[in-house]
């Protein structure tokens, strides 16, 4: 006998509910945009802004507060701190100093722990100085990864569910054409991805792929949710983040593909149902999988947080974010979405299309 944890016939009224849910999420990327604008900013690591990583061991437990009140000073500016192990005598510092020579800044440090702890000797166990010129090369980079991600995700979704091979791939290689030609303008990285999203979506609605444009607004409502919480929190961005945001991205879009899917199957069905209705019971269908899988997940990002130490707090905490904001997304964002779009007939005349085009071997006793 199946596993079932919601009970079969679940009639929640999730599209009734997308109002309050558009409520929420607006205030979400209101509070990260001021974050990121007036507040805290985006606080990229060292991986991408540059800057120093010293791993110090000390021989004896300290307490944070007081090597933070020591470090924090003009000998040695702009420093973070983070301990990690359980042990209370590991901690990595963060200098904002990327041109920094490397053994200048260990002597330097060195110094300093010294005659702040004179009963308490400090090991430097590791020392890396990552230059601007890295950094930059490594952001370009993750938003690179980012677009090509949300894009490729597009065009599987567009062949998937509206057998739009062909005109996927066209614009899929435009778009990649268009990044390539205006590289040469001089233009940052970051003002390219966000021109190309603008035009992936503006494709994606005349062409009338809904079901992709649903999804990368799915996707992006996902990225600029977490990121502007992650902002607000005063987490830096560094790699750790980065691939927890990519982790999230393909999260997302599972459980988006897994209820687009079933909304097909319920399109072929001979109910006649309003489309906010076929939702309805798509997500329904589907709810006892999503709680099972997102709650697991969820389960081990909450003890990777509790008890993973300080090096992958922040990894834990994207986590937590992007799942509850990543499945909430694909009922209330990715699939609501596809209501704005169309009706029932629209969509079931789609697939009725298909169905003549792509016929079964042997449906027609012919095989």
């Known amino acids: 006998m199946a596993f079932t944890f919601i009970k079969h016939g679940t009639q929640i009224d999730f599209i009734g509910q997308r109002f309050i849910a558009y409520g929420i999420s607006l205030v979400l990327l209101l509070a990260g945009l001021a974050s990121a604008l007036w507040g805290n900013g985006i606080k990229l690591g060292i991986d991408f802004a540059g800057g120093v990583i010293v791993q110090v061991q000390f021989q004896k437990p300290i307490i944070d507060e007081d090597l933070k009140k020591i470090l924090d000073s003009n000998v040695l500016p702009d420093i973070s701190i983070q301990s990690f192990g359980e042990s209370g005598r590991d901690y990595l510092l963060r200098l904002s100093t990327p041109k920094a020579d490397a053994a200048e800044l260990r002597a330097r440090t060195s110094d300093v722990l010294k005659a702040a702890f004179p009963d308490n000797a400090a090991e430097i166990q590791r020392l890396e100085v990552?230059?601007?010129?890295?950094?930059?090369?490594?952001?370009?980079?993750?938003?690179?990864?980012?677009?090509?991600?949300?894009?490729?995700?597009?065009?599987?979704?567009?062949?998937?569910?509206?057998?739009?091979?062909?005109?996927?791939?066209?614009?899929?290689?435009?778009l990649w054409g268009g990044m390539y030609l205006l590289g040469f303008t001089g233009l940052g990285m970051g003002y390219l991805v966000m021109l190309a999203l603008g035009i992936t979506l503006v494709v994606c609605f005349f062409l009338k792929l809904n079901f992709a444009f649903g999804a990368v607004v799915g996707l992006?409502?996902?990225?600029?949710?977490?990121?502007?919480?992650?902002?607000?929190?005063?987490?830096?961005?560094?790699?750790?983040?980065l691939a927890a945001i990519m982790t999230l991205i393909g999260y997302s879009i599972n459980d988006t593909i897994i209820i687009y899917d079933r909304l097909r199957e319920n399109l072929r069905s001979s109910e006649k149902l309003s489309?906010?209705?076929?939702?309805?019971?798509?997500?329904?269908?589907?709810?006892?999988?999503?709680i099972l899988t997102s709650g697991t997940t969820l389960l081990a990002a909450a003890s990777l947080f509790v008890f993973g130490g300080g090096v992958i707090h922040d990894f834990a905490v994207t986590m937590l974010i992007g799942i509850i904001v990543g499945t909430a997304s694909s009922v209330y964002v990715a699939s609501a979405i596809l209501l704005v779009l169309g009706d029932t007939e629209f969509y079931r005349g789609q697939q009725e299309k298909l169905q003549k085009k792509y016929e079964r071997p042997g449906e027609h006793g012919v095989v």
């Open 220 to 241: 992006l409502h996902d990225v600029l949710v977490t990121v502007g919480l992650l902002s607000f929190m005063n987490v830096e961005i560094d790699l750790n983040v």
């Open 275 to 290: 489309f906010a209705d076929l939702i309805n019971k798509s997500v329904n269908q589907t709810l006892s999988r999503t």
């Open 130 to 174: 990552v230059g601007p010129k890295v950094g930059a090369d490594l952001t370009n980079k993750a938003l690179a990864a980012l677009y090509y991600a949300i894009l490729l995700m597009a065009v599987y979704i567009s062949g998937r569910f509206e057998q739009r091979w062909m005109a996927s791939a066209i614009m899929a290689a435009a």
